[in-house]
């Protein structure tokens, strides 16, 4: 006998790599609802000043479309919101409204407080960085800058007020190869973090998956969108483009 699918909110960015996850939660899920969100001030003032960010920028939408292309399928009660709007009364009270079991969070802005008092423990984020030693912005890039790929993963983990700094439910680092640059490496551990999410809701509601508290003492950075420039873009790319880097 099929299981019943737990009832879920999607809260969510409206780039490829985030209609891929729309598509794989439909797939496990009976999806209540959805809302986008589009990026706010995407690096905006470095690809403005910079010809080889705005470059790079461009080779990550066109790695992304490679690997994520895809169609969601269709979703009722899809909600498309402008960009800093995720906090409006209006979408936390459509949610409450249809009473989700949990709601799955991925690449919006960060969630107000009256999302939590809500939802308190039934957000799960799915947070682009290996919490708590990397955490802000880009924290998939810095470890490769930094040359801790032993640090590079994505973290699966309960959203609380205290950004990023829930409970961890699960870790999931890359399958590296030695052909992989990093737009390979990078997309393929993100698609791999899709494609495990909805086995670790599952598991958490069942009671089968340990809350694991964060250790702040254990944040090695704390990177803000400033810090990203075009001289540590150069670093990273010379090292990570070309074949064979990982062994180099």
């Not at 960009?83 to 802005?109: C, F, H, M, Q, R």
């Not at 919490?131 to 800058?145: E, I, K, N, V």
Request: glycine letters at 4%; a positive charge; charged letters at 30%.
């Amino acid at each position: 006998m099929d299981k019943i699918k737990l009832k879920v909110v999607i809260l969510t960015n409206n780039q490829p790599r985030h209609y891929y996850f729309i598509k794989k939660m439909n797939q496990s899920f009976d999806i209540l609802g959805l809302i986008t969100e589009p990026h706010h001030d995407y690096f905006n003032k470095q690809q403005k000043q910079s010809k080889l960010i705005r470059h790079h920028f461009n080779d990550l939408k066109n790695n992304e479309q490679r690997y994520f292309n895809t169609d969601t399928g269709y979703i009722k009660n899809h909600r498309q919101i402008k960009a800093k709007e995720i906090n409006k009364k209006e979408n936390v009270e459509w949610i409450k409204s249809l009473n989700p079991d949990y709601i799955l969070l991925y690449g919006t802005g960060i969630l107000n407080k009256f999302w939590f008092r809500e939802f308190n423990d039934r957000i799960i984020n799915l947070h682009l960085g290996m919490s708590p030693h990397y955490r802000g912005s880009a924290t998939l890039f810095w470890p490769f800058y930094n040359e801790e790929l032993e640090y590079l993963g994505i973290t699966i983990h309960l959203a609380t007020e205290e950004v990023d700094g829930g409970d961890i439910l699960h870790v999931v680092k890359p399958d590296i190869e030695s052909k992989d640059n990093y737009y390979d490496i990078t997309n393929k551990l993100i698609k791999k973090s899709i494609n495990e999410f909805s086995n670790v809701i599952y598991e958490y509601d069942n009671g089968n998956k340990k809350r694991i508290p964060q250790d702040i003492s254990k944040q090695k950075y704390l990177y803000k969108k400033k810090d990203f420039s075009e001289e540590a873009l150069n670093k990273v790319l010379n090292k990570f483009r070309i074949a064979n880097a990982i062994n180099s």
